[in-house]
């Protein structure tokens, strides 16, 4: 997967897939959806898109949130909260970004 196609998955899940509340071992999953393995709880719009629609309902609400921010003057990289493009592994500083997205928008 080129650079590009990464940029635009992960920014769909930042902090996210993720990023909406960061539980290691719950699985979200909405019907016939790819599972969410991040955002498996809480009240956040990434863990409400998971439980809803799987990955693919995540990756669309972090995308949004991404560009709500840049809007706003801030900028997130999918990269920026993830390792790995594919199974969404989150790096060390992912949840304090995630909050700190949040707060920006008003989440």
Known sequence: MNRFSRI???????????????????VAL???KKPCTI???GDS???????KGGRAEAKAVMK?????????????????????LDN?????????DFKKLEALLGQ
Request: with cysteine; net charge positive.
């Open 64 to 84: 949004k949130m991404v560009t709500d921010a840049k809007a706003k003057g801030q900028k997130y990289t999918c990269e920026g909260c993830h390792k790995d």
């Open 88 to 96: 969404y592994e989150l790096t060390k500083n992912s949840k304090d």
């Open 30 to 32: 909405g019907e016939g």
């Open 8 to 26: 635009a998955i992960l920014s769909g899940l930042i902090a996210a897939c993720g990023i909406g509340v960061f539980v290691g071992g719950g």
């Open 45 to 51: 719009p990434t863990a409400k898109a998971c439980a």
């Open 39 to 41: 955002a498996t709880s």
